[in-house]
């Protein structure tokens, strides 16, 4: 993890647990981060247009100027449409959020790799 201020985006539906289906998450908890050191964090509740896998990718969206978005799922696809945003996805096995942000920023976040996309 390089930069001294960054967004790191959460998907939880409970604003406890991290969980997947990130494009379809209503819910996110966003830490902001200075020096790798959390500064604060807020919820971010999504409306039905604004979800990722639905939001158009040349409007603004509740999410810019997040870095990292983590979840304990994510697809090759999901991926591909966050990196058009700048946004790095990642999987994980971590139920926690703060937990996973913090290790997000020691670079020990456990991961999982990305759900191959479905062949039509």
Request: aromatic share 4%; glycine share 6%; with cysteine.
């Amino acid at each position: 993890m390089k930069a001294n201020k960054v967004k790191i985006a959460i998907s939880s539906l409970n604003g406890q647990i991290v969980t997947g289906q990130p494009g379809r998450c209503p819910k996110f908890i966003v830490f902001t981060v200075e020096n790798r050191k959390i500064m604060s964090e807020k919820i971010i509740e999504l409306t039905e247009d604004q979800l990722l896998s639905v939001a158009e990718q040349d409007q603004p969206h509740p999410l810019d100027g997040v870095s990292v978005l983590i979840a304990s799922g994510v697809g090759e696809g999901f991926v591909a449409k966050m990196a058009k945003r700048e946004i790095k996805a990642l999987a994980t096995s971590l139920t926690g959020p703060r937990i996973a942000a913090q290790c997000y920023l020691s670079d020990t976040l456990p991961l999982k790799a990305a759900r191959k996309s479905k062949s039509k």
